[in-house]
């Protein structure tokens, strides 16, 4: 380095304070979000669902009904979810995996053929389709419930709350069950119940 460059090389760190450049313990960077994680939501003007920490979107929660299924076995995963560990309950965390299933047994088209109706009264009220609510509700309730509660023989019932905000309060809440079995990992049904 030529002596010229050098002078200016070093009155440039004088300049910013001479201070040292902070060792790798000291640096902090602040860690990108995961997959599972997103950006805070910002909630809409008109009426919409909110349910553990997220606001139902109308076109990122658009999912198919139970066409999704035609033509597939009752055991295809049409989804897996992340599902929440509940220390009360020494459940862990694990996945959730929905299933295509039967209408007399388990599944999604176990979901669409009992429970359409209960979710399309909470579709109606934000203008989506039941799908999208019970697609939604399953996703924060087995990763954000709002209680565990055991049900039987290896199954668990994962429970959140959902609410039809109207004007920036809730006007209705719902609690949403979505019934796990901890043994295979199989989502076996949901359905809300409005809360009094």
């Known amino acids: 380095m030529r002596p010229a460059a050098l002078l200016g090389a070093l009155a440039v760190v004088a300049i910013a304070g001479c201070s040292p450049l902070p060792t790798a313990a000291e640096r902090t ?18 009426p919409h669902l909110a349910a ?13 009904g139970t066409e999704v299924c ?3 076995g009752g055991r295809e995963t049409l989804e ?18 929905l299933r295509c299933g039967n209408a007399d047994g388990a ?16 579709a109606a009220l934000v203008g989506v389709g039941w799908e999208d609510v019970a697609w939604f509700a399953i996703d924060r309730a087995l990763e ?3 209680r ?5 023989d290896n199954i668990v019932n994962y429970d959140v ?17 979505v019934g796990v079995g901890l043994g295979s990992g199989h989502i076996i049904t949901s359905f809300p119940d409005e809360q009094r």
């Open 29 to 46: 960077v602040a860690p990108l979000p995961t997959s599972g994680e997103s950006a805070p939501q910002l909630a809409p003007e008109g």
């Open 52 to 64: 553990g920490g997220r606001i139902l979107d109308p076109v990122a929660d658009d999912v198919g």
């Open 70 to 72: 035609d033509g597939r």
């Open 80 to 97: 897996t979810f992340d599902r929440a560990a509940w220390a009360a309950l020494d459940v862990p965390a694990g996945d959730a995996e």
């Open 107 to 122: 599944g999604w088209r176990h979901i669409a053929d009992g429970h359409t109706g209960d979710f399309d009264e909470l």
């Open 144 to 146: 954000q419930p709002t």
């Open 148 to 152: 565990v509660e055991p049900y039987r």
């Open 161 to 177: 709350l959902v609410e039809y905000i109207d004007g920036g309060r809730a006007e209705r809440s719902w609690m949403v069950t």
